[in-house]
């Protein structure tokens, strides 16, 4: 197994338990997180961390259906919930050579998904929830 794919292991075993305590290790100090609430990327690794910590809690359900790959990069399709409103969408993720993210990038439909999304992470993040 590459230093990638453990890397992609180590991710999917943290969804699976919803369990970030490992996630800075994880990522790359130089980190990149692109996200469709916001027009230019976040960049290092304690944005990419709380961002991705606080999705945990706010996208119930959250469930991982396919993978594809091109060897450092693999997007992942999900679905879940924010309230009521079910969304789809994709993690695009890629690794260094260090099996460290360094690029995180998040798609999401419907707009509607995407708008209760943006409002639940910013109640999450600024701590008014």
Known sequence: MTRM????????RMIAEMDFSGL???LAEDV??????????REGREN????????????????YHRQMTDGSTWT???????????????DIIRF???????EFEVMIRPATGLQAV??????????KS
């Open 76 to 90: 992942l399709e999900f679905s879940a919930h924010v309230g009521e409103m079910s969304v789809k969408g994709v």
């Open 96 to 102: 260094n050579s260090e099996g460290k993210i360094s």
């Open 32 to 41: 990149k997180f692109y996200s469709p609430a916001f027009w230019k990327p």
């Open 48 to 63: 990419a961390f709380n961002i991705l910590r606080a999705a945990g809690k706010v996208l119930d359900g959250f469930t």
């Open 24 to 26: 800075r290790d994880l």
């Open 118 to 127: 943006g409002a639940a992470m910013a109640k999450q993040l600024t701590g």
């Open 5 to 12: 794919e453990e890397g992609l292991a180590q991710w999917h």
